[in-house]
């Protein structure tokens, strides 16, 4: 059986403290789908396209896809045929948030959570935050790669 993960999210944008878990994680696994969650009621800040373009460009040749999907995500984990989800903590806040979704998930599904602790450089990285200083003009650089590859919504 092919072990493959699923590293669910917004990634509105996709931060260096998401692409540490993703780049600790390949070893880990067969395959991970990198799984952009739409929520057609939500707003994002940049384009869904260029989030998928953007995330492709830092993984270009190892076992690791990017696909928009919506829904629930243990639906998509069963379309995929994954039997784990990948989570990334960074605190207490995101641990007792992921704890209550990952047992859920479990008596759902039987879908196992693997979750990493953030490296302890990318503790403070948020892309709500990185969303704020872009807003107010900041330059957002040195948490995102390839930042050129993003482009906002109008
Ligand atoms: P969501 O909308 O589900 O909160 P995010 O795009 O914010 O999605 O994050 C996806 C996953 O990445 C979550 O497990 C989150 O805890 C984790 N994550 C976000 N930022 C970091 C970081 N700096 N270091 C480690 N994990 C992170």
Redesign the pocket.
């Known amino acids: 059986m092919k072990r493959i993960a699923i590293f669910?999210?917004?990634?509105d944008p996709f931060?260096k403290?998401?692409e540490?878990?993703v780049q600790r994680a390949i070893p880990l696994f067969d395959e991970i789908v990198i799984g952009l969650g739409v929520n057609n009621k939500k707003q994002y800040m940049f384009d869904t396209e260029s989030r998928i373009k953007h995330i492709q460009s830092l993984f270009p040749n190892q076992n690791v896809v990017v696909e928009a999907y919506t829904g629930l995500t243990v639906d998509f984990c069963k379309e995929k045929k994954a039997g784990y989800l990948l989570?990334?903590?960074?605190n207490t806040n995101?641990f007792e948030f992921?704890k209550a979704i990952g047992q859920m998930n479990k008596d759902l599904n039987g879908i196992e959570t693997v979750f990493l602790i953030?490296d302890k450089e990318?503790?403070a990285?948020?892309?709500t935050i990185i969303r704020e200083i872009k807003i107010n003009g900041g330059d957002v650089s040195q948490f995102v790669t390839n930042l050129n590859f993003l482009i906002i919504n109008k």
């Open positions: 669910p999210g917004s990634f931060t403290g998401h540490n878990i989570r990334g903590l960074r995101d992921e953030t990318f503790g990285v948020s892309s």
